[in-house]
């Protein structure tokens, strides 16, 4: 990512702007900060929020006329915080004044013709900066206001005899010019003064005049006492850029008031009444009531809606320049891989926000980015990758309907469904083939979602060219998806080949005889993959109504529905955030139901995530193909009870899946199993292991047979255990066992990518 991308990307996203009240004081009040601390009753606090905003605050926060409430967001929700007597109130009962301490002294100084509010705001911004300023005028106070308490005065007067303001009463002097060569700036502090000097002011936003050194209030002046000292505090800083001869415009875009693009979701606040101040103003009681109700308004509405942004504690704009930071100016850690590998690319954020900032875009690009340049961590997605390759290779088939040399249509169920529940492929593929009047043909294949998601773009052209290539020899056939991430992949990466979803196919040739047809009432899940595919969520509904299945449509649904944890490798890059993620989305479906409803969904993967949570999930073909086949599954019961799928389960489903239907299909000869291999059995602790660390029995298998091969293991006199290790691939794998002639029995396994080397 280059720096320009990295503004681009901050600029997307408003979490920092400032809430509408702060952008609407002229002041720029930390409205929100000073609340919260009014609300804490830390009124010592509260008043140094005002201190550090306010020129002048003793004077100013007792004439505040409340500009903020006309873009207060509780306008409509019982009525605007009232800033002006919460002001005056922590003015009144603040027990202790930041100190005031003015930047070291510049050696510059401005003369302020004029008195009144513009003038002491002006000098009171010019002080604290180290630039001295001094008053000319008979009537410094005379726009002030009489009914500032006594005792606020005299505090205002403290601290402007701290910051060094100088007054004098001198007559006016009437020669400008020679004014100029006496002062560094000159500033014309009320529109009386402005009018009786001929100088001319030529721009309005930084109030200077055709003399360069001198700035000026517009004439004539109609403002507020709160416009006024914000004239002062521009006067002040033309000065000081002035002075400093940099320029006068450069960054003033948002001084004064302005539109702020912060968006806060407000649909869920309740009403609150505003609460009057008495005769005599708020009690602390009261303050701290009224300052609570104010909303404390920011935006991350993505973050309070996904799993994964709020894990990291922040937002996206944080983001952005973590990720930046990552690549730019790494010093040999790479904090930022984690967060990276973590986004489950669902695109949620990108829906929920009001500036579409699209963190799985952002994400995405970090990884083939790392990728290309070699420092992507290979264990972040090696275990997703391998078993991708395994779905490819001895997981892969491609046929033609038998006795058919090519097919107009060919079912594509994906990877993780033969993996997870093989008997429903075999279900739909047969189904289909009686459905359809042309020939249909079986094509089990990944469709590199696993590459593209880790940022491999090398191994997902692969990956693409292996399916175009098989669906030529195919005859190029409609391809009809059973997988809705599928689906998005062929949209995206291979929109050369035609496709439809099963749902479509299935609504369009009617439904099973033999299908379920539910009483009970369940919470639809639309997987993450289907948010921009309204065909395929209408044809689902379509098909759930021909049932007469009634269900519940959670609050994030359809295009704005939640990821199951999954998508993006999040399990494999970050198993707990994952676990995480899948927790959350069980329980958003459970809380959409006074009663307790089983979840349906139409993708295999989201079925398991759901149901690892021990949310009872089914799946759509569980309803449509009722009866499993017992020579793929091991039971017919309540769908939604049936185990989730472990990794070593998922691989011997689909060689089992592969090698049925080549011999009932088909009627070619099954593969031969290996003779006189070892006898292997697991522990339950060592089977928990395996799943936990993506140990599969095929890993197991390749130590025991090299154990087997070299007698290569060591003896833990301790444990009176056998210990050996193998790496067939960049992993070393260990088993600890006991062994009864040729039968082994695991104990324990665990895994690391240390090379070990024996001593020569």
Not at 298 to 327: D, G, T, W
Not at 369 to 392: G, I, K, Q
Not at 531 to 541: G, L, W
Not at 644 to 657: A, C, K, Q
């Amino acid at each position: 990512m280059e720096q320009h991308e990295l503004r681009q990307w901050e600029a997307q996203c408003t979490q920092e702007d400032a809430p509408h009240c702060q952008a609407q004081c002229p002041l720029h009040i930390d409205v929100r900060t000073f609340c919260k601390k009014m609300a804490a009753g830390k009124i010592n606090e509260a008043w140094a929020v005002l201190y550090k905003s306010m020129p002048m605050p003793h004077i100013t926060a007792n004439i505040c006329n409340g500009l903020c409430m006309e873009t207060c967001l509780r306008k409509d929700l019982g009525g605007s915080i009232n800033m002006p007597e919460l002001e005056s109130y922590c003015a009144a009962n603040a027990t202790k004044n930041p100190p005031v301490r003015p930047l070291p002294s510049k050696g510059k100084r401005v003369l302020i013709i004029g008195g009144g509010l513009s003038a002491l705001a002006a000098a009171w911004d010019l002080a604290k900066k180290g630039i001295s300023p001094t008053i000319l005028s008979t009537e410094a106070y005379d726009d002030v206001a009489s009914n500032i308490p006594e005792k606020a005065f005299e505090q205002h007067e403290q601290a402007m005899k701290k910051l060094g303001v100088l007054f004098s009463s001198e007559e006016l002097p009437e020669d400008l010019a020679e004014i100029c060569t006496k002062w560094d700036a000159v500033l014309l502090a009320t529109s009386e003064v402005a009018n009786q000097y001929p100088c001319e002011l030529i721009n309005p936003k930084t109030l200077q005049t055709n003399i360069s050194s001198v700035f000026t209030v517009p004439f004539p002046c109609i403002a507020t006492s709160i416009e006024r000292i914000a004239l002062g505090r521009t006067l002040a800083l033309s000065a000081e850029r002035s002075i400093q001869n940099v320029s006068l415009t450069a960054g003033r875009d948002t001084e004064g008031p302005y539109q702020s693009r912060l968006q806060t979701a407000v649909s869920s606040v309740s009403s609150l009444p505003l609460l009057p101040a008495g005769d005599e103003g708020y009690d602390e009681a009261t303050a701290m009531l009224e300052a609570g109700r104010c909303l404390q308004c920011e935006c991350m509405q993505c973050v309070n809606n996904c799993v994964y942004l709020a894990e990291f504690k922040s937002y996206p704009k944080v983001y952005a320049r973590h990720i930046y930071n990552n690549a730019a100016i790494v010093m040999g850690t790479r904090h930022a891989n984690k967060m990276i590998n973590s986004c489950m690319l669902c695109g949620l954020c990108e829906e929920i926000c009001p500036e579409d900032f699209a963190v799985q875009n952002l994400c995405l690009t970090a990884r083939q980015e790392m990728v290309a340049d070699s420092t992507m961590p290979p264990s972040a997605h090696e275990f997703a990758l391998r078993d991708m390759a395994f779905a490819n290779t001895a997981g892969m088939l491609a046929k033609n309907a038998p006795s058919a040399s090519a097919s107009t249509y060919a079912f594509f169920p994906g990877c993780q469904l033969p993996a997870i529940s093989p008997h429903l492929v075999e279900s739909t593929y047969n189904y289909l083939r009686d459905s359809l009047e042309e020939p249909v043909g079986l094509f089990i294949h990944c469709c590199g979602a696993p590459a593209h998601w880790a940022g491999q773009k090398d191994l997902t052209e692969a990956t693409t060219r292996q399916i175009l290539q098989q669906w030529e020899i195919m005859g190029k056939p409609e391809l009809i998806t059973g997988c809705p991430t599928c689906a998005s992949m062929f949209a995206e990466l291979l929109p050369q080949i035609p496709t439809r979803s099963l749902w479509e196919v299935l609504e369009e040739v009617g439904l099973p005889a033999k299908a379920r047809m539910p009483q009970q009432p369940y919470v639809l899940h639309d997987p993450c993959s289907t948010r921009h595919d309204e065909p395929m969520r209408a044809h689902v509904r379509a098909i759930i109504e021909k049932l007469a299945v009634s269900i519940t449509e959670p609050r994030l649904s359809g295009l704005l529905t939640e990821c199951c944890g999954f998508g993006g490798l999040l399990d494999s890059a970050n198993p707990e955030l994952s676990r995480k993620a899948s927790q959350h989305r069980a329980e958003t479906l459970s809380a959409c139901t006074e009663d307790e409803q089983d979840v349906l969904t139409y993708c295999a993967m989201c079925r398991d995530m759901l149901a690892r949570t021990g949310k009872r999930t089914i799946h759509l073909l569980d309803i449509l193909f009722p009866n499993c086949n017992a020579a793929l599954s091991c039971c017919d019961a309540d769908p939604a009870t049936i185990p989730v799928t472990g990794f070593s389960d998922r691989r011997e489903n689909r060689i089992r899946l592969k090698e049925h239907l080549l011999t009932t299909v088909w009627g070619e000869a099954e593969s031969v199993t290996k003779e006189n291999a070892p006898t292997i059995t697991y522990t339950e602790q060592a089977a928990a292991n395996m799943e936990e660390r993506r140990i599969l029995r095929s890993d197991i298998r390749k130590v025991v047979d090299y154990v087997d091969a070299t007698n290569s293991s060591l003896f833990n006199t301790q444990t009176q255990r056998n210990v050996a290790s193998f790496r067939p691939v960049g992993v070393t794998y260990w088993i600890e066992y006991t062994k009864d002639n040729d039968a082994y029995c695991i104990h324990n396994v665990w895994s690391h990518r240390m090379q070990i080397i024996p001593p020569k």
